[in-house]
């Protein structure tokens, strides 16, 4: 059973110190992903709709912003402009860290190219 099948992959609990799945993740951003980061991932952009960062599209290939879901259906997504990417992969790791924060309760301790901090 993969991930996308297995109905217990959407309460799948991020484990905060897995910081090896952030590292594969970084390292691979558009995969291929491991069975255990599929997981992750599944729980990161499958869970609760409001509050759930995602990326707003600026110029279709060049550019894009963060944008948030609102909390209740028919609201306006709350657009951040002040948080813009002309790449897809840095906008990608910026919301995969958003969403380890919200689910962790832990900011990602990993600098841009996905080494641990101190």
Not at 4 to 26: H, K, V
Not at 42 to 55: C, I, Q
Not at 69 to 78: D, N
């Amino acid at each position: 059973m993969d991930h996308t099948s297995d109905p217990n992959a959407a309460c799948y609990r991020i484990d905060p110190q897995r910081t090896d799945l952030a590292r594969e993740f970084r390292s691979h951003i558009r995969g291929p992903y491991s069975q255990e980061l599929q997981k992750l991932l599944h729980r990161m952009r499958w869970g609760p709709v409001g509050g759930r960062y995602l990326l707003y599209v600026l110029e279709p290939g060049r550019r894009w912003a963060l944008a948030q879901m609102p909390p209740e259906r028919g609201q306006k997504v709350r657009l951040f402009l002040d948080c813009c990417f002309d790449s897809l992969d840095a906008a990608e790791w910026h919301v995969f860290r958003l969403r380890w924060q919200a689910l962790t309760g832990r900011e990602l301790q990993l600098d841009e190219t996905g080494s641990e901090r101190p």
